[in-house]
């Protein structure tokens, strides 16, 4: 990978700088490796964002990428085996599509298409949902430097973002483990967060079959209803201090 | 060749166990938003990282602010909805 200042930086260095964010420990070629990376991603991020917005123009979207922050990739390479160079989503971008399904997947080809000298891989999680999640997304790699790009309806969206939410509070692995059971909290708080998910999977699924179903309006209300119960589970959670 | 869309740089920091929006600033340039968000990455005095998990720092890039609060609304859910990024 071309660095800013360094010059080409090997997969090996830059994994070798993986495993010292791991620890927290970085020496000064670290630290030096690092800073030049950061430009490198910023680079790509700003890139990524001017180029999505411009192969978007014909669709209704919202559209923003990000850098991944240094706690979450730490807390990215101390959950997963692979190095530093194998991360997939340190530049992300995100984008939001106004629309059904059809619409999402039209998204997809044209982001495809875009991007169809970066090597692009469709991430399906439709097909493969992850605790819940759904959503199409797009792996690409410029320049040595891996990016990935979610494609979401406004339902999708809504409930990934809920998702988080509730993560943040509840323990950020129930994103990532199925039948996750919150080891970390304790009687009363442990139970209203088992409640929550069973709600917040329910949600999930409730959109999927709306989504699935083209939106007939009498599967609507039960969209509304696993959100509301959702809610209500989450008021539960939180009353629970 | 393609054309430049107008960008908008910003670094948000958040707490996560609070879901408090701690700062939500916009830059000029992306010289001024790496040179943020190096200084709010925290070593201590042999240079290791110091990482607060509880607290996100992000460097983000959309058009606008707004678009910004739709496609990242969990940062700004328990804000104010007219709420603006201070310019740096």
Redesign the interface.
């Known amino acids: 990978m071309e660095c800013p200042h360094l010059g080409m930086v090997s997969t090996a260095e830059i994994d070798r700088l993986g495993r010292a964010i791991k620890t927290g420990v970085l020496d000064s070629s670290h630290r030096l490796i690092l800073a030049s990376l950061k430009q490198r991603w910023l680079a790509l991020q700003q890139d990524i964002e001017r180029e999505l917005i411009q192969c978007t123009t014909t669709h209704d979207v919202t559209v923003s990428t990000r850098l991944k922050n240094m706690a979450t990739l730490q807390e990215k390479l101390q959950r997963l085996d692979g190095g530093l160079s194998t991360i997939r989503d340190i530049v992300g971008g995100r984008v939001v599509v106004t629309g059904d399904r059809f619409a999402q997947v039209q998204l997809l080809i044209a982001i495809f298409e875009h991007f169809k000298h970066d090597q692009p891989r469709l991430i399906d999680r439709f097909g493969d949902p992850r605790c819940g999640y759904r959503a199409l997304h797009v792996q690409i790699k410029r320049d040595g430097v891996r990016a990935e790009i979610q494609i979401r309806t406004h339902l999708q969206h809504e409930w990934a973002d809920e998702m988080e939410d509730f993560a943040d509070r509840a323990g950020r692995q129930v994103r990532y483990v199925n039948g996750y059971d919150f080891p970390e909290l304790r009687d009363a708080k442990r139970s209203a967060a088992q409640n929550c998910l069973e709600a917040i999977l329910k949600w999930s699924d409730e959109i999927d079959r709306l989504e699935r179903s083209r939106y007939p309006k009498n599967l609507q209300p039960f969209v509304e209803k696993a959100k509301q119960d959702f809610y209500s589970r989450l008021g539960e959670f939180d009353a629970r201090l | 060749m393609?054309?430049?869309?107008p960008?908008m740089?910003f670094l948000v920091k958040y707490q996560?166990?609070t879901?408090t929006l701690l700062s939500f600033e916009q830059f000029s340039n992306?010289q001024q938003?790496?040179e943020a968000?190096?200084d709010s990455?925290n070593l201590d005095e042999s240079?290791?990282?110091?990482?607060?998990?509880d607290?996100?720092?992000?460097?983000?890039?959309?058009?606008s602010p707004e678009?910004?609060k739709?496609?990242?609304?969990?940062y700004f859910?328990r804000s104010p909805k007219d709420l603006q990024p201070t310019a740096r």
């Open positions: 393609l054309g430049y869309s960008l740089l996560r166990s879901g992306s938003q790496l968000l190096n990455e240079g290791n990282l110091i990482l607060d998990h607290v996100e720092i992000v460097a983000l890039a959309s058009e678009a910004l739709i496609t990242h609304g969990r859910k």
